[in-house]
């Protein structure tokens, strides 16, 4: 089967290339791959994959094969999922992180939520209550930012989105935003920062919070460090928190809340660029150029004895 690989040599660190096909675990299903999408991260450190690694994480697809063990959905059911070596014609996922997708729901739209829809919904569930509280999501234009926004908006916050320049505002207030700021200058203060971009950004975010405010830690877009000068993590009142992010196990109930929010017309995923796998290096070269607004979703050429399911 054909697969996106890991190669130091290829344009943006990767390329298509022939692969034995997966071997699902009694507690994965085989799914044909339909979509997948790209994350910022993923690309960033391609430099640490092996040669030849079948690559990604976010997909949507077919049950080809069900699990084994009896559990999960049956072959020829419509599912998103979360796991290594999504960017594939076929690949095995575990039962724990895939999630059927609801009629009407389109699986290229489905195929951009996994890794920035479960980001966005784990680290506002980790903030606490949002009704009434002031939540500042930087880097908002992103795929995590953009979902992040909505359903901020949705729990009863006052979203304040902040992006790196006013172009890449554009669409945020209909999403829910009811602030959209360039930097992070002249904002007053927030209960909830979720901080996507790092560095001197992060610093800046974490004097925004109020007594008892709460920062999560989500990205690290910038090479720099975040440096917080002497006493500034001091703060009369209430305790502030900073909280990191990094669970991304058992995902399909959170994917199946998504595709239901989606279903339910009360979230729009974050397809911000689309085109064949075969544009991988052009795809790849917008997202590090900053220069889409949300995910980079692919479209995966149909292998040989596809199932034929209809993907609306």
Known sequence: MLALVADPNAPAGVRPDRVAPPRSRPDQALVEVRHVS??????????????????????????????????????????????????????????????EVPPGVDLAGAAALPMAGMTALRTLRAAGPLLARRVLITGASGGVGRIAVQLARRAGAHVVAAVGSPGRGEGLAELGAHEVVTGLDGIEPVDVVLETVGGA????????????????????????????????????????????????????????????????????????????????????????????????????????????????
């Open 38 to 99: 790209m994350n910022f991260g993923e690309l960033k450190h391609l430099a640490g994959r092996q040669p030849g690694a079948v690559l990604g994480y976010d997909a949507s697809g077919v049950v080809v094969a069900a699990a084994i063990d009896g559990s999960g959905p049956p072959v020829g059911a419509r599912v998103v999922a979360f796991g290594p070596g999504a960017w594939a014609q076929r690949a095995a996922f575990a039962i724990a992180d895939l999630a």
């Open 201 to 312: 950004h992060l610093v800046a975010a974490w004097n925004l919070l109020r007594p008892g405010g709460n920062l999560q830690s989500i990205g690290w877009v910038v090479d720099e460090p975040a440096v917080f000068p002497p006493n500034s993590i001091f703060s009369p009142g209430p305790a502030r928190t900073l909280h990191s992010f990094g669970d991304a196990t058992a995902v399909g109930p959170d994917l199946a809340v998504l595709v239901g929010l989606v279903a339910a017309g009360e979230l729009s995923p974050p397809v911000g660029w689309r085109g064949g796998w075969e544009r991988v290096a052009e795809a790849a070269t917008e997202l590090y150029g900053r220069r889409v607004a949300g995910k980079v979703v692919l479209d995966v050429p149909v292998a040989d004895g596809a199932v034929s399911v209809a993907e609306g």
